[in-house]
């Protein structure tokens, strides 16, 4: 008996001296982050010191028309990009599935090229690629497509399908992989039935695809809707700051001005950035309630 | 199967202008780069699509004006020390939770779990804090003035060393390997760190490829804390770099163009190599 304890004791602190440095990492750089943003919000800063505030962040945060605006942004780039986005890379992963054989793997590759590109690097090169006077503009102009130059990154209209248009490039192939694993899982066997039964090809998409790649199709809408509500490095370079008047100000791009550029009032942007927190988690409790009995 | 035997129908011609539309607009954007860092400034503004013989100054600006040489150093260290650390602590205690179950640390794997959720923008505020005044309890105590780790890779890397989501993968992955031949090492009279380090470890080198490319390619590409961090060139990022030549009053586009181009070098190399374990870590995701 004794011996058995004394070895279930060995494995137990054998366990423990594995897990401890990942756990002290995990204590240092995100527990005590977490405990100490909950003095950090009652505070505000003016310059070099900080004074008691208790909820006025929050009350100050309920009257910045400047954060709902921004956090609108975010919700109307959602509602305009994520669904464009799951529709192509669906399309796109079907027809991969079904239109060629010969090349699939160097079209997949193709398609997910733009995944594995820095979120800095397409952003300049995007920027670059739509200035007024630039290369899209400019070949467009001399086919006749266009009789003026567009101001995709001047006009808040066209800079805003800017970000749509920029993110659904960095992310469809992401999204499409899924989509042609989700795929390949259907068995076989269910579309020679579909065939013998004399179901058209549409009927087949429709009734049979379509359903068994739902939870598939929802994983990538809640992910990427979680996505675009942290979006940061497109609005900060792509449109450089959130530009023009603030059409594409994204909640945290501006929590991150107002600690680190226009003001450097730390109190505050925690304040706001537990506004991103809830709805990140509210999407969490989505994702579970949504995917989490169909695994 | 019957699209793809039958020799032309119209659904399937529509198939091939798809991909064929879809490909180009993926892979342009990088032609357009590469021809970029060969052109001068107004080339690759005005969108000349065809190489020009501007290479070696391009480089020379990058070199000279630009540093690269440093930023990619920079990067390069950083994204480097973070996966071979960051793999072995992550690893030890996907192994440690797998292979020791008890009650106390499901628990803190849970918590784990659930920090998950949190936003990077949320828990950057605090973490700078944190960092900026990182030695201010040792200063205090023993009147030394090491101040914080702003502005030093280590104030990058020791953050993000831990990462709940690549425990949680390695975990996964650690379920596929037989608890027998755990047990059966240990009959042998292997000690705990030899199991893992000489057992383990060697039998899940396709997992932990995955999983050290996925940590390479976020601290690579890491944007927002380096922004917070870095104060002074010398510390730069190839990310930080290339944004703030984007911020400079006159921009040398080629150079840039070169710049950007060699900051993908490493990622694409590593996709292109190591495609397998590269998506396998992103599929991991959802299984």
Known sequence: MNRKGAFARYLNRSGWLFVTPALVLFGVFMLYPILSSLYLVTRKWRGMTDSFVGLGNFVRMAQDNQFWHALG?????????????????????????????????????????????SLVAYSILFRILLQTNGMLNNLMLSLGVIQQPIGWLNDPFWATITMVIAITWRWTGYNMIFFLVGLQNIDPEIYEAAEVDGASKITVFFKITLPLLVPVILFSAVTSTSGTLQL??????????????????TAALYIYRQAFVTNSDFGYATAMSYVIVLIAGILAIVQIRLLGDRK | MSVVRSPFTPIRLLMWIILAIGSFVCVFPFYWMVVGSTLNPNAVIHGNLLPGNELWINLEKATKNYNLPLFFWNSLFIASITVFLG?????????????????????????????LIIPQISIVLPLFKLVAGFFAPIDMLFGTSFGGLLDSSWGIIMPFLMSAFIIFFLRQNFKMFPTEIVEAARVDGSGEWRIFLQIAMPSMTASFASAAILMFIGQWNSYLWPLMTILSDGTKTLPIAMSSMMNAYTIEYGGLMLIVTVSMIPVLAVFLGLQRQFVAGLVGSIK
């Not at chain 1, 497109?234 to 700051?241: A, F, H, S, V």
């Not at chain 2, 793999?87 to 779990?113: C, D, H, Q, T």
């Open chain 1, 73 to 117: 942004n975010n919700f109307l780039l959602m509602i305009l990009q994520v669904p464009l986005m799951v529709i192509l890379a669906l399309v796109l992963a079907v027809v991969l599935n079904q239109g060629i054989r010969r090349g699939r793997g160097l079209v997949r590759l193709m398609f997910f090229l733009p995944a594995v590109t």
């Open chain 1, 232 to 249: 940061f490095d497109e609005p900060n370079i792509l449109t450089n700051g959130g530009g023009p008047a603030n059409a594409t100000m």
């Open chain 2, 87 to 115: 793999v072995m602590v992550n690893a030890m205690a996907a192994f440690g939770f797998e292979k020791y179950p008890s009650k106390a640390r499901e628990w803190f794997f849970g918590i784990l779990l659930l920090t």
